[in-house]
């Protein structure tokens, strides 16, 4: 069997607010919830595990999401029309702008949580040659 991702815990102060928006921003469903968690599940069967605690206990974290050019398309014009501050670097020196890096476009943002979300439509390094 090979190594693959099943799921990671995602910290929050409402699980079920940072799980829907996740969701719901990028056209996903909620893949089930047992005890503290909520569930989203992604197109290769990694889940995220949305738990609530406290708020004093959620560390930032990173999350960076390969998309599709009309999954990228209708997240950023949901970003846009809901007014989230986004970004076309990590540094958030660009506002309200995308990036092209490796020939596809990229975006930040933040969750409800404060984690740092990212959607790009290339991988880094580019798409991989035929």
């Known amino acids: 069997m090979s190594v693959e991702l099943n799921h990671t815990i995602v910290h929050a102060r409402d699980n ?8 719901e ?10 005890g503290p968690f ?3 599940a992604l197109s290769n069967g990694v889940t995220l595990d949305f738990a609530s605690v ?7 974290q990173h ?3 390969l998309v599709s050019e009309e ?6 014009q949901k970003i ?3 007014g989230i501050e986004h970004y076309a670097d990590p540094h958030r020196q660009k506002p309200n ?9 990229g975006i930040y943002f933040m969750d409800p949580a404060g984690h740092a979300m990212e959607l790009i439509t290339v991988p880094y390094g580019g798409r991989p040659k035929a």
């Open 63 to 65: 999350y960076a999401f």
């Open 25 to 34: 921003l990028l056209g996903l469903e909620i893949a089930g919830e047992w």
């Open 71 to 76: 999954e990228f398309e209708a997240a950023y």
């Open 97 to 105: 702008a995308i990036n092209h890096n490796d020939g596809g476009r």
């Open 38 to 40: 909520v569930a989203v």
């Open 80 to 82: 846009r029309d809901r």
């Open 16 to 23: 079920r607010e940072s799980a829907e928006f996740f969701a």
């Open 54 to 60: 406290p708020e004093g206990q959620i560390a930032t």
